[in-house]
Every structure is written in structure tokens, then in C-alpha cells.
Nanobody, 122 residues
Framework: QVQLVESGGGLVATGESLRLSCAAS????????MGWYRQAPGKQRELVAT???????NYADSVKGRFAISRDNAKNTVYLQMNSLKPEDTAVYYC????????????????WGQGTQVTVSS
């Protein structure tokens, strides 16, 4: 079984920065895609950013130029550096992993972390 554990959320003021981390654990051989989604109260979960094992990156338009995603493949860890935060970035941020190749050879899909709260005050 694979677990994703996020850390780094919190309360910040407009314009400040936060860095989220997510570590995947279990009998993992490789992970094709890792990333972050977020869900604000009363809204659907939305993509923030994803990164593949080959470092192909995709950002939501709303965070381009402010957020930066990166990963450490050896540690099965993904990071999200969030700069110039705005009140509209307030949400629960969920770590995501897809196409997880287990040590036994089986490939599994779509794992989610438990979420970490990010609150940006105006």
C-alpha cells in the first residue's frame, strides 16, 4: 500500500510564501506523476501543478509565475514552493500520485494525501 503524507501548510499574510512537501511511502519502485490539487470551501477540487518523473511540468494558469513544483525521485517526494500568496489561494492542498509502480511490479493509479490547509489572510 502507498501512503502520501503532506506537510508545510499554515496561515500566512498576502504576499508571503509557503513551501509544501509530500512524501510517498510504501513498496514503491517508481512514480510517474506527482502533483498538487486544491479545494476551497464550496468549490470543486482543482489542479495546481503536476510534474512527471521526466520533469515535465504543468501549472494551472492561476498560479503560473508564483508557484514552483519540484520533486526528488530518489525520495519519492514532491514540493510546492508558493510565493506571492493571495487570499484566493486559500484551500486544502492535496498531494497526488499517479501510475505508481510497486516493487512487486504492479502499477497502481491515483493516490491522494490527507490534505494540508493553506490560509492566506488579506
Amino acid at each position: 500500500q502507498v501512503q502520501l503524507v503532506e506537510s508545510g501548510g499554515g496561515l500566512v499574510a498576502t504576499g508571503e510564501s509557503l513551501r509544501l512537501s509530500c512524501a510517498a511511502s510504501g513498496s514503491i519502485f517508481s512514480i510517474e506523476t506527482m502533483g498538487w490539487y486544491r479545494q476551497a470551501p464550496g468549490k470543486q477540487r482543482e489542479l495546481v501543478a503536476t510534474i512527471t518523473s521526466g520533469a515535465v511540468i504543468n501549472y494551472a494558469d492561476s498560479v503560473k509565475g508564483r508557484f514552483a513544483i519540484s520533486r526528488d525521485n530518489a525520495k519519492n517526494t514532491v514540493y510546492l514552493q508558493m510565493n506571492s500568496l493571495k487570499p484566493e489561494d486559500t484551500a486544502v492542498y492535496y498531494c497526488y500520485a499517479n501510475r505508481v509502480r510497486l516493487s512487486q511490479g504492479r502499477e497502481e493509479y491515483r493516490y491522494w494525501g490527507q490534505g494540508t490547509q493553506v490560509t492566506v489572510s488579506s
